[in-house]
């Protein structure tokens, strides 16, 4: 049966919404985020001649923040953005995998928490802009 009424003659097709236009592509940066004054503090080294255990593995955290302003990045950052992410990985050589490493991907625990909460009171974010 066909609609009747005076949209009658326009199809179901013509009554749906326009489709969404597409997100602006954005500006990608690289960029290092703090929050606080303080990196850390540290008293320094008591200990003027360390020597590493031989049985324990050095380990080396680095923490990259790709940011975009402005809209989504582009398939072109993204894609460069991995490929940063490829060579980093290949310039460190590692007898492990990630997933291998238990003592740095175990489990968020209730500490981890309660410490990031007194850090973030201890050092709270203020905008100096």
Known sequence: MAPSGPLGALSASRLAPPPKPKPALGTSNAARVSRGSEEDT???INNK?????????GTITVTLYYTVAGGIP???DVEACVADLDALYK????????VDCSEITAELTVKNMQDIIKKVG????TNKE
Do not use: F
């Not at 001649?49 to 593995?57: K, M």
């Not at 310039?91 to 990630?98: N, T, V």
């Not at 201890?122 to 974010?125: L, S």
């Open 49 to 57: 001649e360390p020597s590493r255990d031989p049985s324990q593995h």
């Open 91 to 98: 310039a460190c050589p590692s007898d492990k995998k990630l």
């Open 74 to 76: 582009s398939p072109a």
């Open 42 to 44: 540290w008293a320094g």
């Open 122 to 125: 201890d050092q709270p974010y």
